[in-house]
């Protein structure tokens, strides 16, 4: 069932931004495609826990999904896991930690699910979850499944190539059994070095920008350059703990994060000449703001 004017900004990581013109969760294959009928041809977005996304504040422009119920399910399989898009990528990176499974710990300390995961690559630098990634389920628009693998879907640094309005549903990762203390012993090393340089105490979306291509600086070095680290913007700041997180401080809006991003994007490219891209997703901007954001066409 679609309901009207849903606020959404309780939903995202960053607690920032306007209401959805429609909104549903879908709880079955059935609910979802009905839901999808429902709309007709129209566009759709969907919303998995809101950990790398900012809404615009007058709102999300297009009709919201948010994939519940049966896509939040996962299990351990004999040398995989099999795990729906809504699944926590907390809990399914846990539970591979817990029975021994290796390489999940690309994924410690990355919020989400799995289905945003798979939509951004989500990863180290050097190894996105389209390198384990067996197969994946789509719901196409018009309500036909596909499954996809690696190759259909030419994975790369924080991306892939698939057509935005499919919908990923559910997933099968590799993930033989190992050594158990080398598997605990991996995840706790990359935990404490995430918690320790950056930023899990304030509302924040993760990483603004993806990393320039070596050997260029990375991201939070370049922002630090310009000197942008703790520049602040209404309530939203450039955190002074990590230079490529900007954080809520309280009653931020949309707008204030888009000012210290157009902000911190012109300085990088008049000082040093490199053209940051930004990590994270955007909805209900115009396309003039996202051209001054660095977002691709």
């Not at 939903?11 to 709309?39: V, Y």
């Not at 798979?118 to 196409?140: D, S």
């Not at 310009?226 to 913007?233: D, H, K, L, N």
Request: hydrophobic share 40%; aromatic share 6%; charged share 25%.
């Amino acid at each position: 069932m679609w309901m009207r004017d849903v606020p959404l900004a309780g939903l995202t990581r960053w607690k920032i931004g306007g209401p959805a013109p429609a909104f549903a969760r879908a709880r079955t294959e059935l609910e979802l495609r009905d839901l999808l009928a429902e709309l007709g041809e129209g566009p759709v977005l969907v919303m998995g826990s809101g950990a790398n996304l900012l809404i615009a504040d007058e709102g999300s422009g297009c009709p919201v999904l948010v994939l519940d119920g049966e896509f939040k399910t996962f299990d351990l399989a004999e040398q995989s896991i099999r795990c729906g898009a809504a699944a926590l990528i907390s809990s399914v990176v846990q539970a591979a930690r817990r029975a021994g499974r290796g390489g999940l710990w690309i994924l410690e300390a990355v919020p989400g699910t799995m289905g945003g995961a798979l939509r951004m690559n989500a990863g180290t630098p050097e190894e996105g979850i389209w390198e384990r990634v067996l197969w994946a389920e789509i719901m196409r628009r018009d309500g036909r499944l596909d499954r996809v693998q690696r190759e259909d879907v030419e994975p790369r640094y924080r991306g892939i190539d698939l057509d935005p309005s499919a919908i990923f549903l559910r997933t099968e990762i590799s993930a033989p059994p190992g050594d158990a203390g080398r598997v605990e012993e991996e995840h706790a090393r990359r935990r404490e070095a995430k918690l320790k340089a950056q930023v899990y105490d304030q509302p924040t979306c993760g990483s603004t920008w993806k990393n320039p291509e070596a050997p260029s600086p990375s991201a939070w070095q370049l922002v630090d350059r310009v000197g942008m680290r703790g520049a602040r913007r209404g309530g939203a700041q450039v955190s002074p703990k990590h230079a490529n997180f900007i954080v809520n401080l309280g009653g931020a809006r949309a707008a204030d994060v888009v000012e210290l991003m157009i902000e911190t994007r012109r300085r990088v490219l008049s000082e040093t000449g490199i053209a940051l891209e930004p990590e994270i997703q955007f909805w209900g901007f115009s396309e003039d703001v996202l051209r001054q954001l660095g977002v691709a066409a």
